[in-house]
């Protein structure tokens, strides 16, 4: 009988060392799942922040381009009209007129507004 009570026993004991086991295990597992959730989330914030700065510092460069093409347009006309008005124009300043026209006309995607001008101020007479 003793040996009976003694199996039982062990057996319960093994049992019981079993789910123990079994808890330990579950714990560790449950516990990295939710390390690797966490990770995973903070991966998403970094990759949607990051998103959103290249928008932003997009929608910046954007708006840059079109306050330099209406600052380029504005200083391009002024000088143009100026040297037609004197009749004249010095060839440094032709030369950086053509080269702020190409700018606008290039690079900013200017709309063509100023080409009869430059057409003018090419016709000057160079001093």
Same mark, same amino acid.
């Given at each position: 009988?003793?040996?009976?009570?003694?199996?039982? =026993?062990? %057996? %319960?004991?093994?049992?019981?060392?079993?789910?123990?086991?079994?808890?330990?295990?579950?714990?560790?597992?449950?516990?990295?799942?939710?390390?690797?959730?966490?990770?995973?989330?903070? &991966?998403?914030?970094?990759?949607?922040?990051?998103?959103?700065?290249?928008? *932003? =510092? &997009?929608? +910046?460069?954007?708006?840059? *381009?079109? %306050?330099? #093409?209406?600052?380029?347009?504005? #200083?391009?006309?002024?000088?143009? #009209? #100026?040297?037609?008005? $004197? %009749?004249?124009? +010095?060839?440094? $300043?032709?030369?950086?007129?053509? +080269?702020?026209? !190409?700018?606008?006309?290039?690079? @900013? !995607?200017?709309?063509?507004?100023? +080409?009869?001008?430059?057409?003018?101020?090419?016709? @000057?007479?160079?001093?």
């Amino acid at each position: 009988m003793n040996e009976i009570v003694l199996c039982l =026993l062990s %057996g %319960g004991v093994a049992a019981a060392a079993m789910k123990t086991l079994d808890g330990v295990i579950m714990w560790h597992l449950n516990r990295k799942a939710a390390k690797e959730d966490r990770d995973a989330d903070k &991966q998403a914030a970094d990759e949607q922040q990051e998103k959103d700065t290249t928008k *932003r =510092l &997009q929608d +910046d460069l954007a708006s840059l *381009r079109v %306050g330099e #093409r209406v600052i380029l347009h504005d #200083r391009i006309k002024y000088l143009g #009209r #100026r040297f037609i008005r $004197d %009749g004249k124009i +010095d060839f440094d $300043d032709r030369q950086d007129l053509i +080269d702020m026209h !190409g700018v606008y006309h290039n690079a @900013l !995607g200017g709309n063509g507004n100023l +080409d009869k001008l430059m057409e003018e101020v090419m016709e @000057l007479p160079v001093k």
